[in-house]
């Protein structure tokens, strides 16, 4: 079993504004095309363009309808990813070291020389965070593109997650979430930030904000009492069609 290594100060994750996903996949697309050039084996896809497609995600985003309280119903897209828990169950669980947690920032990554398919990590993270790859035969993971943040060949603009890069609604934050006077940080103060699932004790780094309660159209004002007699034009042609033989 592989041992966490102490926590760190440092805490880099991701802030999800699910008040402002609107669904549109693109963190989902960037994540496949960066993940598939660079770090770690090439993403499966087994027949793309088939009847029945598969393939190696690390990035998805569902869609839930919700009823708030005294609120109308509302559709949330809800983006998941691995969450780069500091009590990581996927890390403790694996047999060869291969997950493992950088003592440095907390990012957790796998070692896909190490890896061994097993699957153990898979079935020990509570949020479904893990993929098998079936061609490459190693788990695959989110990790934070761990080539872009620390890239100093790329504008400084780009050495964030390809997913916050590509989001076109700002709904994807990336900082660090162990500094409480960063940008993520003080947004998830201000929003109400929430971990997923805390009663599983694992303490995700990322964090999602709420939904906001959406505006309720005002009831309109009750209409004006219909005339009982039809006046005007209509009223000439009721009775012309009263009028006629069989009416």
């Known amino acids: 079993m592989t041992a966490l290594p102490p926590p760190s100060p440092r805490k880099l994750g991701l802030v999800i504004d699910l008040d402002t996903c609107v669904g549109c996949q693109a963190c989902v697309v960037a994540c496949k095309g960066w993940n598939t050039e660079n770090y770690g084996a090439p993403l499966s896809d087994l027949d793309p363009y088939g009847a029945s497609p598969e ?21 949330v897209h ?7 828990c500091e009590d990581a169950p996927c890390v403790t669980v694996c047999p060869t ?13 796998v070692n896909e020389d190490a890896c061994m398919g097993c699957g153990l990590c898979a079935w020990a993270c509570p949020y479904g965070a893990r993929e098998m790859d079936a061609v490459a035969g190693v788990m695959k993971k989110c990790t934070l593109c761990v080539d872009r943040i620390g ?3 790329l504008p ?5 997650p ?17 500094d409480p006077d960063s940008a993520v940080s003080l947004l998830v103060a201000e929003r109400g930030g929430l971990d997923l699932m805390p009663e599983l ?3 995700p780094v990322n964090k999602y904000l709420p939904p906001r309660p959406k505006d309720r159209a005002p009831t309109p004002p009750p209409l004006d009492t219909v005339a009982e007699t039809p006046k005007g034009f209509l009223g000439w042609l009721d009775r012309a069609l009263a009028a006629l033989p069989g009416a």
């Open 55 to 75: 393939g190696t995600f690390l990035n998805r985003v569902h869609a839930y309808e919700c009823t708030p309280k005294d609120a109308p119903a509302q559709i």
């Open 156 to 160: 400084e603009e780009d050495r964030i």
């Open 162 to 178: 390809a997913c916050v890069r590509t989001c076109p609604t700002g709904a994807r934050h990336f900082g660090d979430l162990g």
């Open 97 to 109: 070291g291969a997950s493992y947690k950088r003592a440095e920032d907390g990012i957790v990554l």
């Open 151 to 153: 890239n100093e060949n």
């Open 201 to 203: 004790g694992t303490r």
């Open 78 to 84: 809800f983006p998941r990813s691995c969450l780069h």
